[in-house]
């Protein structure tokens, strides 16, 4: 990167420029769901024990839960390629060919490895252990030297990390992280205002459509699984959520019915 040009105004370029992807996406996650889809993933005794027993208050929940995990995963992902970019600028960082790595750069005689995650609790355990198998297979995928020193970081975009030493590698975490692959300790506070630029005209988008799929879902609701009294019908709901038999056809609003108990 030229001396010249500031790191902060190819950053904010490169938000300006990208960062409608996950606003288009998480658009695209609430307009492609069904009913149906939701229903299935989601666990209807929590619901029961939470006494949720309000067709649009049922469905509100069912649909928040889903996009919670949804947006999480797709800004998590989105804000992984801003690491990469601005490490490509600073340090000319490349993505391996080989190995399950993000970010391969040098830097004062130093090779870094570097594996970018959202935050610190991006997986679970075993998906953590294979990190490390992938640390630890890394020089010999690479064919290195032996004699280059070799550090190998665990990059998380959010977050905080006290002990960074986890032995096969490096955890930094928030501002640690970026400071890391930026060289710049405020990097992580000036990088939320690009962010920022078109969450309000995308998120007025956003809401009108998750209004036309809650109505939408919220009607679905009621005539499939709520009795003509309007009460929801858990045994229609259990049934085909959970049920051994083959999947029930969407039941029509209920005259009735058996119930469990309200």
């Known amino acids: 990167m030229p001396e010249s040009v500031d790191l902060m105004v190819l950053a904010t370029a490169y938000v300006d420029e990208h960062i409608g992807e996950f606003h288009n996406k998480r658009i695209s996650a609430i307009s492609d769901l069904s009913l149906s889809v939701l229903l299935k993933k989601k666990n209807p005794y929590l619901f029961k ?23 999480e995963t797709m800004f998590g992902q989105w804000l992984e390629k801003l690491a990469i970019y601005v490490s490509k600028l600073v340090d000319g960082g490349q993505r391996p060919a080989t190995t399950d790595v993000d970010l391969d750069f040098t830097r004062e005689g130093v090779r870094y490895l570097v594996s970018v995650k959202s935050g610190p609790n991006w997986g679970n355990s ?11 297979n890394a020089r010999r995928q690479l064919q290195l030297d032996p004699n280059i020193h070799m550090t190998f970081i665990e990059g998380c975009c959010y977050g905080r990390q006290i002990n960074e030493d986890q032995g096969t590698h490096l955890k930094k975490c928030g501002q640690a992280f970026w400071q890391f692959i930026t060289k710049d300790p405020e990097f992580y506070r000036e990088i939320i205002v690009p962010i920022g630029h078109i969450a309000r005209e995308k998120n007025v988008e956003f809401a009108s459509e998750y209004a036309r799929v809650l109505n939408t879902f919220t009607h679905e609701f009621l005539e499939a699984y709520c009795a003509a009294d309007g009460a929801v019908d858990w045994n229609a709901l259990l049934a085909f959520n959970s049920s051994s038999s083959p999947l029930p056809r969407s039941p029509s609003r209920r005259s009735g019915g058996q119930q469990t108990s309200r």
């Not at 939470?50 to 949804?70: C, G, M, P, Y």
């Not at 075993?126 to 630890?136: C, I």
């Open 49 to 71: 024990a939470k006494n949720l027993e309000i067709a649009s208050d049922f469905v509100r929940t069912l649909l928040d839960a889903h996009l919670s995990s949804q947006e």
């Open 126 to 136: 075993s998906q953590k252990r294979d990190l490390k198998e992938a640390f630890k």
